[in-house]
């Protein structure tokens, strides 16, 4: 079997090295488009909290304790659900801004948690009232 030290190629999907699949591409973007319809069409939601999968590394990276999801089918014609953000919280803890990219100015960091301005002479909420 396959392991951090040495590998045969063997048990690898799509072979390597001189008699590697020469359909590898072309089966990894059908998979790409299978996912892309899947997302489109169906929820997927995590059966407790991201933190409890945890992972396990060999030959390949594993969860400890599986990938518990809910699917649902998702309704075109319904609006978008609200998410309690999160990925956005986990973003911001580690100092990215929510979309997940790096700040890249010393500005953008420090006014990331400023008030917005509502008015052109809002002072951006500057003074609460009592």
């Given amino acids: 079997y396959p392991n951090e030290q040495a ?3 063997a048990f690898l999907p799509f072979g390597g090295g001189a008699r590697k ?3 590898d591409q072309f089966a990894m973007l059908e998979a790409a488009a299978t ?3 899947l997302l489109k069409n169906y929820n997927f939601e995590f059966e407790g909290s991201p933190d409890d999968v945890g992972m396990k590394t060999g030959a390949t990276i594993h969860t400890m304790n599986g990938l518990n999801m809910r699917v649902t ?3 075109p014609e319904a609006p ?3 998410s309690d953000g999160y990925w956005e919280k986990q973003h911001l803890k580690r100092g990215f801004s929510a979309s997940g990219k790096p700040y890249t100015t010393k500005d953008a960091v420090a006014s990331q948690n400023m008030p917005k301005k509502e008015r ?3 002072p951006g909420n500057a003074y609460p009232s009592p």
């Fill in 73 to 75: 089918k998702v309704d």
């Fill in 7 to 9: 590998s045969d190629f």
């Fill in 120 to 122: 052109p002479d809002d």
């Fill in 21 to 23: 699949c020469v359909g």
């Fill in 80 to 82: 978008l659900p609200s």
């Fill in 35 to 37: 996912l892309s319809q």
